[in-house]
Protein backbone atom coordinates (compact mmCIF):
# COMPACT_ATOMS: atom_id res chain seq x y z
CA UNK A 1 0.00 0.00 0.00
CA UNK A 2 1.02 3.49 -1.07
CA UNK A 3 2.78 5.65 2.37
CA UNK A 4 1.31 8.48 3.05
CA UNK A 5 2.53 11.70 4.72
CA UNK A 6 0.31 14.57 6.55
CA UNK A 7 1.31 17.22 8.66
CA UNK A 8 1.42 17.06 12.20
CA UNK A 9 -1.09 19.19 13.60
CA UNK A 10 -3.59 22.24 12.14
CA UNK A 11 -5.71 24.57 13.40
CA UNK A 12 -9.29 26.19 11.71
CA UNK A 13 -11.52 28.57 13.01
CA UNK A 14 -15.06 27.51 13.88
CA UNK A 15 -17.39 28.40 10.67
CA UNK A 16 -14.28 28.70 8.27
CA UNK A 17 -13.37 25.71 5.88
CA UNK A 18 -10.87 23.58 7.03
CA UNK A 19 -8.45 22.07 4.44
CA UNK A 20 -6.21 19.01 5.04
CA UNK A 21 -3.85 17.53 3.06
CA UNK A 22 -2.40 14.65 2.07
CA UNK A 23 0.76 13.54 0.15
CA UNK A 24 0.24 10.31 -1.67
CA UNK A 25 2.70 10.16 -4.26
CA UNK A 26 3.64 6.49 -4.57
CA UNK A 27 -0.01 5.19 -4.90
CA UNK A 28 -0.99 2.62 -7.22
CA UNK A 29 -3.81 3.13 -9.65
CA UNK A 30 -6.08 1.00 -8.49
CA UNK A 31 -5.73 2.34 -5.03
CA UNK A 32 -8.39 4.39 -3.06
CA UNK A 33 -7.78 7.32 -0.84
CA UNK A 34 -9.57 7.27 2.11
CA UNK A 35 -10.31 9.61 5.02
CA UNK A 36 -11.15 8.67 8.83
CA UNK A 37 -10.93 10.42 11.69
CA UNK A 38 -10.36 10.07 15.52
CA UNK A 39 -12.48 12.07 18.02
CA UNK A 40 -9.84 11.62 20.87
CA UNK A 41 -10.06 8.02 21.61
CA UNK A 42 -13.54 6.90 19.98
CA UNK A 43 -13.99 4.53 16.99
CA UNK A 44 -12.10 5.64 13.70
CA UNK A 45 -15.44 7.07 11.62
CA UNK A 46 -14.89 6.79 7.87
CA UNK A 47 -15.09 10.18 6.20
CA UNK A 48 -14.95 9.65 2.64
CA UNK A 49 -12.73 7.93 -0.11
CA UNK A 50 -12.06 8.13 -3.78
CA UNK A 51 -10.23 7.08 -6.95
CA UNK A 52 -9.86 9.82 -9.41
CA UNK A 53 -12.86 11.67 -9.16
CA UNK A 54 -13.32 15.20 -6.96
CA UNK A 55 -15.71 13.25 -4.39
CA UNK A 56 -18.64 15.11 -1.99
CA UNK A 57 -21.05 13.56 0.72
CA UNK A 58 -22.72 15.12 3.57
CA UNK A 59 -19.25 15.45 5.54
CA UNK A 60 -16.81 16.30 3.21
CA UNK A 61 -15.38 16.99 0.08
CA UNK A 62 -12.53 14.86 -1.13
CA UNK A 63 -9.83 16.96 -3.95
CA UNK A 64 -7.55 14.47 -5.48
CA UNK A 65 -5.08 15.74 -8.55
CA UNK A 66 -4.99 14.75 -11.35
CA UNK A 67 -2.10 12.83 -10.90
CA UNK A 68 -3.25 11.30 -7.72
CA UNK A 69 -0.27 11.96 -6.05
CA UNK A 70 -1.93 14.08 -3.71
CA UNK A 71 -5.76 15.43 -1.98
CA UNK A 72 -7.54 17.17 0.04
CA UNK A 73 -10.30 16.82 2.15
CA UNK A 74 -12.39 19.39 2.81
CA UNK A 75 -14.55 20.18 6.17
CA UNK A 76 -16.68 23.42 4.51
CA UNK A 77 -17.82 24.53 7.98
CA UNK A 78 -15.91 23.29 10.53
CA UNK A 79 -16.98 23.28 14.25
CA UNK A 80 -16.20 22.38 17.45
CA UNK A 81 -17.01 18.59 16.76
CA UNK A 82 -14.48 18.24 14.01
CA UNK A 83 -11.89 18.73 16.42
CA UNK A 84 -9.92 15.48 16.08
CA UNK A 85 -6.93 13.34 14.62
CA UNK A 86 -7.41 13.02 10.89
CA UNK A 87 -5.78 9.90 8.62
CA UNK A 88 -5.55 9.64 5.17
CA UNK A 89 -4.94 6.15 4.06
CA UNK A 90 -4.36 4.23 0.66
CA UNK A 91 -6.38 0.78 0.50
CA UNK A 92 -7.00 -1.63 -2.92
CA UNK A 93 -9.75 -3.36 -1.67
CA UNK A 94 -12.42 -3.72 0.95
CA UNK A 95 -10.34 -6.12 3.08
CA UNK A 96 -7.34 -4.53 3.30
CA UNK A 97 -6.58 -4.21 6.49
CA UNK A 98 -6.22 -0.45 7.67
CA UNK A 99 -2.98 1.39 8.49
CA UNK A 100 -2.98 4.96 10.30
CA UNK A 101 -0.20 6.47 10.58
CA UNK A 102 0.19 9.61 12.79
CA UNK A 103 -2.30 12.12 11.17
CA UNK A 104 -3.46 15.48 11.66
CA UNK A 105 -4.73 16.62 14.78
CA UNK A 106 -6.87 19.58 13.75
CA UNK A 107 -8.14 22.02 16.57
CA UNK A 108 -10.60 23.96 15.59
CA UNK A 109 -10.47 27.15 17.37
CA UNK A 110 -14.00 29.39 18.55
CA UNK B 1 -29.01 2.10 13.12
CA UNK B 2 -25.81 0.20 11.80
CA UNK B 3 -22.96 0.04 14.18
CA UNK B 4 -20.68 -2.38 14.96
CA UNK B 5 -20.75 -2.99 18.98
CA UNK B 6 -18.10 -3.94 21.21
CA UNK B 7 -18.34 -5.55 25.05
CA UNK B 8 -17.05 -4.58 27.13
CA UNK B 9 -16.14 -0.81 27.06
CA UNK B 10 -13.44 -1.12 29.91
CA UNK B 11 -12.02 -4.12 31.42
CA UNK B 12 -9.32 -4.24 34.30
CA UNK B 13 -8.36 -7.87 35.10
CA UNK B 14 -5.34 -9.54 36.20
CA UNK B 15 -2.65 -11.17 34.30
CA UNK B 16 -3.54 -14.90 33.29
CA UNK B 17 -7.07 -14.83 33.92
CA UNK B 18 -8.79 -15.16 30.15
CA UNK B 19 -11.24 -13.01 29.04
CA UNK B 20 -13.48 -12.36 26.00
CA UNK B 21 -14.40 -9.29 24.26
CA UNK B 22 -17.36 -9.50 22.23
CA UNK B 23 -17.73 -7.50 18.91
CA UNK B 24 -21.74 -7.61 17.28
CA UNK B 25 -21.93 -5.99 13.69
CA UNK B 26 -25.93 -5.65 12.49
CA UNK B 27 -24.65 -4.86 8.89
CA UNK B 28 -24.37 -8.29 7.43
CA UNK B 29 -20.69 -8.05 6.36
CA UNK B 30 -18.49 -10.49 5.39
CA UNK B 31 -15.34 -9.21 6.38
CA UNK B 32 -14.36 -8.21 10.38
CA UNK B 33 -11.43 -7.59 11.85
CA UNK B 34 -9.57 -6.78 15.32
CA UNK B 35 -6.79 -3.95 15.78
CA UNK B 36 -5.08 -2.93 18.79
CA UNK B 37 -4.08 0.66 19.02
CA UNK B 38 -1.00 1.96 21.26
CA UNK B 39 0.65 5.31 21.84
CA UNK B 40 3.27 6.20 19.10
CA UNK B 41 2.11 2.66 17.36
CA UNK B 42 -0.67 3.55 15.72
CA UNK B 43 -3.23 1.02 14.78
CA UNK B 44 -2.19 -2.56 14.74
CA UNK B 45 -4.48 -4.97 13.06
CA UNK B 46 -4.65 -8.61 15.26
CA UNK B 47 -6.70 -11.24 13.58
CA UNK B 48 -9.29 -10.74 10.60
CA UNK B 49 -12.09 -12.58 9.40
CA UNK B 50 -13.00 -12.81 5.45
CA UNK B 51 -16.61 -14.48 6.24
CA UNK B 52 -18.02 -17.53 8.94
CA UNK B 53 -15.30 -20.24 9.48
CA UNK B 54 -12.60 -18.38 7.67
CA UNK B 55 -10.02 -16.17 9.74
CA UNK B 56 -6.47 -15.27 9.23
CA UNK B 57 -3.85 -13.46 11.03
CA UNK B 58 -2.71 -9.98 11.06
CA UNK B 59 0.86 -8.38 12.47
CA UNK B 60 0.21 -9.03 15.95
CA UNK B 61 -1.94 -12.30 16.95
CA UNK B 62 0.13 -13.61 19.69
CA UNK B 63 -1.44 -14.27 22.99
CA UNK B 64 -5.10 -13.87 20.70
CA UNK B 65 -7.52 -16.27 19.25
CA UNK B 66 -10.88 -15.70 17.51
CA UNK B 67 -13.22 -17.74 16.17
CA UNK B 68 -16.27 -16.45 13.64
CA UNK B 69 -19.44 -19.60 14.16
CA UNK B 70 -21.51 -16.65 12.99
CA UNK B 71 -21.78 -13.67 10.21
CA UNK B 72 -22.69 -11.01 13.29
CA UNK B 73 -20.00 -12.19 15.64
CA UNK B 74 -16.44 -11.83 15.95
CA UNK B 75 -15.25 -12.28 19.63
CA UNK B 76 -11.44 -11.74 20.83
CA UNK B 77 -9.91 -14.02 22.78
CA UNK B 78 -7.24 -13.14 25.44
CA UNK B 79 -6.61 -16.83 27.18
CA UNK B 80 -3.89 -15.74 29.58
CA UNK B 81 -4.02 -12.16 29.26
CA UNK B 82 -0.51 -10.04 30.01
CA UNK B 83 0.82 -6.93 31.00
CA UNK B 84 1.67 -6.08 27.37
CA UNK B 85 -1.93 -6.85 25.95
CA UNK B 86 -2.80 -3.82 27.85
CA UNK B 87 -4.19 -1.31 25.04
CA UNK B 88 -7.57 0.17 23.36
CA UNK B 89 -9.03 -2.61 21.07
CA UNK B 90 -11.57 -1.72 18.17
CA UNK B 91 -13.37 -4.37 16.17
CA UNK B 92 -14.14 -3.23 12.41
CA UNK B 93 -16.24 -4.33 9.95
CA UNK B 94 -16.64 -3.94 5.83
CA UNK B 95 -18.69 -5.37 3.17
CA UNK B 96 -17.34 -7.16 0.42
CA UNK B 97 -19.94 -6.10 -2.12
CA UNK B 98 -18.76 -3.67 -4.40
CA UNK B 99 -14.87 -3.30 -5.17
CA UNK B 100 -14.70 -1.29 -2.76
CA UNK B 101 -16.18 -0.33 1.20
CA UNK B 102 -14.86 1.36 3.95
CA UNK B 103 -14.61 0.16 7.49
CA UNK B 104 -16.78 0.62 10.39
CA UNK B 105 -15.34 0.84 13.85
CA UNK B 106 -16.56 0.00 17.35
CA UNK B 107 -16.46 2.50 20.05
CA UNK B 108 -13.43 0.23 21.32
CA UNK B 109 -12.39 -1.64 24.56
CA UNK B 110 -10.11 -0.28 26.81
CA UNK B 111 -7.95 -3.31 28.32
CA UNK B 112 -5.70 -2.99 31.51
CA UNK B 113 -4.16 -6.07 32.31
CA UNK B 114 -2.19 -6.02 35.57
Known amino acids: DAKTTQPTSMDCAEGRAANLPCNHSTISGNEYVYWYRQIHSQGPQYIIH???NNETNEMASLIITEDRKSSTLILPHATLRDTAVYYC???????????FGPGTSLSVIP | EAQVTQNPRYLITVTGKKLTVTCSQN?????MSWYRQDPGLGLRQIYY???????DKGDVPEGYKVSRKEKRNFPLILESPSPNQTSLYFC?????????????FGDGTRLSIL
Open chain 1, 50 to 52: GLK
Open chain 2, 27 to 31: MNHEY
Open chain 1, 89 to 99: IAVKTSYDKVI
Open chain 2, 92 to 104: ASSSGQGYNQPQH
Open chain 2, 49 to 55: SMNVEVT
